[in-house]
Every structure is written in structure tokens, then in C-alpha cells.
């Protein structure tokens, strides 16, 4: 119940932020961490 009442409140736009920001963070390494991984498989074909 509390919690419900803490999501409506508009003052928890700090806390999407930086929701936001970590999710942006984990997509990047993500990205990266496929790209290198192709990379690598690319390399291990020749």
C-alpha cells in the first residue's frame, strides 16, 4: 500500500531518471558485448 502510494507521487521523477539512465547503461554493454562477440567469431572463421 505504501509503495502504491510512493509510485504516484510525480516527486519520483529523480528515481525514473535514473532508472531510465541504468537501463540505457545495461543496453549499451549489452550492445557492445554482442558486437565483440561477433568480432571475435568473425576472427575464429579465417
Avoid at 507521487?9 to 562477440?37: E, F, K
Amino acid at each position: 500500500m505504501i509503495g502504491d502510494r510512493e509510485a504516484t507521487v510525480p516527486a519520483n521523477d529523480g528515481r525514473s531518471c535514473t532508472m531510465l539512465w541504468t537501463i540505457l547503461v545495461i543496453l549499451a554493454i549489452v550492445a557492445l558485448a554482442i558486437y565483440v562477440a561477433n568480432h571475435l567469431r568473425g576472427r575464429s572463421r579465417l
